[in-house]
């Protein structure tokens, strides 16, 4: 067990009071896995000591830690840092905590949700291009180039989805971003700029994307949670609330309840942003595997009055290590985002733009997508049916139709899913605890990844599952 | 000539009072190149009724474009968009303002600035190690993997930037960005976290890197322009000065006047950093090809408080293409970097970080520079004499003694640069107006790239340049 010392608790520059300073810099520490996973921190009285603060400010630092899941403390025990709490990536499990090479690794364990099968990428062709693009690379395109992405390409990216989600826009309104983080992150600055801090309100899904959440914090936003249902967000269900300035929603595939959001509702938060003049970010992160069917149109194509950014990535239909997102603008926000895109240059480097170019116009994007479809579409089967069948009554299952990943409700809302998590990765498996991603009542799951799990090892992973619902349960 | 209608006047989203959004939404236009170098404005009568504005609110925002070198207007004639005001890269020409493929083209023009010799690009390399690290990609390195770099890059980087530039630090201090600029942005807007707007004063150099300056003013920081003279940047020119939260400087290569900061200068910046608690954001972006002996070393090498960020990028020793550029940060900024980082993902592409370990390794990247140097070196003196001797006693040269590019401060300060610098992209060259790099009182001259002008061509380059400011002159 790891106990930190007090001279290791970093106090952040200029950043305000005293106890945000604290909490700031003991979650960095946590998120930067300096403090991993069970290390034990000095208790208030000494680290109010060695620091020189008042020992209420130490204990409001950590009870803030604790509310955010950050630390674990009982009474009489020291704290300690929680088990799985930095925001990791989408479904990807916590990393630094545990040593580099063993938290890549731990990317490849079976029912890590947020990740492709990642042995499953296409090196040979993506090698084979990114070469032929380089040697042939014309002087011209190395230089600072456009900004906004190597001609072309917005049009091929543009034609997929037009096509595959319904995205209706023009050419300029196309963006590149290495990630869809940092593209909610430059559109969530971008709208709320001007509005003093904690002043707009972003509406979020609760249960959510906790990444997301803590970026909209970042950028000024205070965070109304909006509950998740079977049709997926469900404003009505909150009778006073403030006009938002922006709402960040999951339409096609709820992160991480796994349902896709009904007509009447996306015509619903259409129109409260219309009304509001807030902006919709629609994340579409995991859309292109669907295995009953067409999915639902993506929430910009039936847009009219122009409110919603449109947010799409390669990181779970080919692989996060490609670092290409794309972001579809509303004419407003252009200006704006056109002249930050230029202020900060290009963000995506040439070679990759021209090697997912040829990728897309030869045809490899969509073979990629008709060849994995199939192989996940069988892992989530077997995945369900093993699950259903150890688990029985114990869980109830997320809807499973489509993306890398289902949700695994537990039935009895005492069980810690945060140790439930904790005890499958010792066995090798790598599901997030669900509970950790509300913002208001937390219920208690598993998300599990499907995209690494061949389906022989189905039973045995549901039954790992099962063993520890049933040791946690007793 | 083009004129613009008043409906395509955008009106930024939740941008605060009128004057603003439409200075704002002008600016967009201009920096996106919407509105054209050359385009007339409506008059501020006609803006005003169609918009519905008072004439007093546009003439304002007319006004601040003006005399932010966005618009030219004389008495009794319509305004007008000048012809090089975006913010284009560092010494990067107007682009987007005279059609995309033109544009691209133009970075190869003589004489354009801060671009290297594209055309030396290392493609065959470059594209054999992109293609090997692809074929041979372990699954495991294709995730999320570690947001702040890949494995052993850090260490490689670090251990060149020792060398070269005396770069004190330890792995876990370097992050890798896209380019220098959003390194900038991303430091920028943490260190001044929690302050009001404008609250935070940033020191900058006049003449300076007017992309850098815009990117601090968005952070929120009020800019103080400090002049820069043989030595670098003079502290001791502004006696009543509010303390600094963060000072932007290029100490190695001044930009745009190529002056070395002497040792006495870095040490005063140095301490006044100390004593104000700033970050000194150190720019050191074009520092590898030296023409008489060792560079000074970086200023970060001799911060003995942990005050300096040092900024290096790929940009000019190889291309702006490649888009990568890394951070060595102070202790005190790590935590809220790494979280940062950690929240938004990295931002490099996994292949291109794989290919240039590769690269540096191989020992590809000490070639490169020990190529090029004496080419440039060619470059630049063939210039420097053919300039002498065509310009004579109409212009003073900056120092040239390393680096891409060099000054020529006209003598005659009544010569309008912006003029020159158009009327020789007309004839084929790319040089920028050191006016448009000026804060306080503007000198007029050429910013001039020297790495693309074979030295045969340096005779016609400075009959052009000696031809523009004899008919400006007369």
Excluded at 303 to 323: E, F, M, N
Aim: aromatic share 6%; charged share 15%.
């Amino acid at each position: 067990m790891v106990e930190i010392q007090p001279a290791l608790v970093p106090m952040n520059r200029g950043a305000g009071d005293l106890e945000g300073q604290l909490y700031r810099g003991l979650r960095s520490r946590i998120l930067g896995g300096a403090l991993a996973a069970g290390a034990r921190l000095p208790s208030t009285r000494q680290l109010a000591t060695s620091l020189g603060l008042a020992r209420s400010t130490v204990v409001s630092a950590y009870e803030r830690l604790q509310a955010e899941g950050y630390l674990e403390s009982s009474a009489g025990r020291a704290s300690r840092v929680a088990p799985i709490a930095r925001p990791a990536v989408r479904g990807s499990p916590a990393r630094r905590s545990i040593g580099r090479s063993k938290a890549v690794e731990s990317e490849l364990l079976p029912l890590t949700p947020g990740v492709p099968d990642l042995a499953s990428f296409p090196s040979a062709v993506w090698g084979r291009l990114l070469a032929a693009r380089a040697r042939r690379m014309p002087a011209a395109d190395l230089g600072y180039g456009a900004p906004l992405g190597l001609p072309g390409l917005t049009e091929a990216i543009l034609a997929h989805i037009a096509v595959s989600r319904g995205v209706v826009a023009e050419p300029d309104q196309l963006v590149l971003f290495p990630s869809t983080r940092s593209a909610i992150a430059l559109l969530a600055r971008l709208a709320l700029r001007g509005q003093p801090a904690g002043a707009a309100q972003a509406w979020v899904e609760d249960p959510g994307y906790t990444n997301a959440q803590q970026i909209l914090r970042e950028a000024g936003a205070t965070l109304l949670p909006v509950p998740v249902d079977e049709a997926g967000m469900d404003i009505g269900k909150v009778p006073h609330r403030p006009p938002p300035s922006l709402i960040y929603v999951t339409p096609s595939h709820q992160y991480p309840a796994g349902v896709t959001m009904s007509l009447a509702r996306r015509l619903q938060v259409l129109e409260v942003a219309r009304q509001s003049g807030a902006l919709i970010l629609e994340d579409d992160y995991d859309s292109e595997f669907q295995f009953d069917g067409r999915p639902v149109a993506a929430l910009q194509g039936i847009d009219q009055a122009g409110v919603v950014a449109y947010i799409g990535t390669l990181s779970k239909v080919l692989a996060p290590g490609v670092r290409l997102a794309y972001a579809v603008l509303p004419r407003s926000l252009l200006p704006a985002v056109q002249m930050a895109v230029a202020l900060q240059g290009m963000a995506v480097a040439i070679h990759i733009q021209a090697a997912f170019l040829d990728f897309l116009r030869d045809g490899h994007f969509r073979a990629h997508i008709r060849r994995m479809t199939p192989l996940y579409a069988a892992r989530m089967a077997a995945f369900r049916e093993a699950v259903q069948s150890a688990c029985g009554p114990h869980v109830r299952l997320g809807p499973g139709t489509g993306g890398l990943q289902i949700p695994i409700w537990f039935e009895d809302e005492r069980i810690d899913d945060r140790a439930a998590a904790l005890a499958l990765q010792q066995r090798g498996y790598g599901p997030q605890p669900l509970s950790a991603m509300h913002l208001g009542a937390a219920r208690p799951g598993l998300l599990c990844g499907i995209a690494m799990l061949q389906p022989e090892r189905a039973g045995a992973a549901a039954a790992a599952i099962a063993a520890v619902i049933t040791g946690n349960a007793s």
